[in-house]
């Protein structure tokens, strides 16, 4: 279970971070340079938090890139595909403010809050979701959200009130209104400022 004034600071982290724009942009695979210029955009469009996902030399490269440029104009930066606590202490010492996750695990968890870095779990069962709030998590990736459907959040809702839920996967700007109405907080979304 995590600290509670831990996690009681995450919640207002993703709270400040994501209700002013319901969005959080996610920028996979690209080269650094676009990647700082759409981040850019999202930024001067609204959106708060970032995430770049961290897979490869290339894109830790890119990760603190852009958290350089984030720190310049006081927006808070995080990685994402965080798998283990590996990832996590590396995802850290770069100045990641924040990891998020494919899936719920909670040796990762515990390593964010070892870390002093917040942590969005992915989830995508009632199971995990329970799993996820009993550690203390109330914002949670629903992922892969394409695949769960806008009727997936909410059913989740039902049950689940208390439940802060950021759609990601297949998200576009062509869809991301039918999950904010089915009761998701945010949508994580790349492709609105690719262009």
Excluded at 133 to 156: E, Q
Aim: charged letters at 20%; glycine letters at 10%.
């Amino acid at each position: 279970m995590m600290n509670e004034s831990f996690a009681k600071d995450a919640d207002e982290f993703f709270e400040r971070g994501l209700s002013g724009s319901n969005m959080m942009g996610i920028f996979r695979g690209l080269p650094t340079d676009e990647t700082l210029r759409l981040c850019k955009l999202a930024w001067d469009q609204g959106v708060d938090l970032v995430e770049i996902p961290m897979q490869s030399a290339e894109s830790r490269e890119t990760l603190a890139a852009v958290i350089a440029e984030g720190k310049s104009r006081g927006k808070l930066v995080g990685a994402g595909t965080i798998m283990n606590p590996e990832h996590v202490r590396a995802a850290a010492d770069l100045g990641a403010r924040f990891c998020v996750s494919p899936g719920l695990d909670i040796a990762v968890s515990e390593a964010c809050e070892d870390a002093g870095v917040f942590h969005l779990p992915g989830v995508a069962t009632a199971s995990e979701i329970t799993r996820a709030l009993s550690h203390g998590h109330t914002w949670l990736k629903a992922f892969p959200a394409s695949v769960l459907g806008a009727d997936w959040i909410k059913a989740m809702k039902g049950p689940f009130p208390q439940v802060k839920l950021v759609c990601t996967g297949g998200m576009s700007p062509a869809t991301m209104h039918d999950y904010i109405s089915a009761g998701a907080r945010a949508v994580a979304i790349g492709g609105l400022w690719a262009s």
